[in-house]
């Protein structure tokens, strides 16, 4: 049987949970990275939905360089997560991290096309089955997307001090405070209790 998936793709926005992918970042001593190598990026990409299986499973035969676009791939989650954090602070982004995103969008501007295919025209990305970089080009397009959209106003930070991964607040009355109740909103809530029952 295959081991249980490290992602808990929460976030409802794929730029959000490739943020996510660096868990406790904010306490040092319990940072983990769920993508420590370029296998386990290519395994969150498909799993989040970026690439498909076959471009997953091609990518793990084929790609070069991937160490290379592992840091890049690292330095592209800081970026957005200074980003994202920024506007959840209603504070100006900060100029070295949008040129970092910027840098990846214009390699993927280079690296897609529009083709027709059944009478429909759409975005097709050359070599996305070979070059180890692709999945970065859709990831940062994905935020992209977001950054320039009203939802841009939905991001939010979990309220677990512990946690803080950012999602997308879908909820009716924009109300949501956890990643995931499971995850985190039942745990800070059986805390307080405690410290309740205690004192
Ligand atoms: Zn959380």
Redesign the pocket.
Known sequence: MEEASPFKLVAGHVALDFVNTLDYRYQPERTVDLIPTYEEFLRFCMEAGVITASDASSLRQRAQRREAVLRSASELREALERIFDAIIRALPSPAGDLAILNSHLKEAAQNRSLTENGGRIGWEWEGLEENAAGPLWLIAEAAARLLTSEEVELVRQ?G?ET???LFLDASKNHSRR???MK??GNRVKARKHYQRTRT
């Open positions: 979990c677990s946690c803080r991964w956890w990643c995931d995850l985190c």
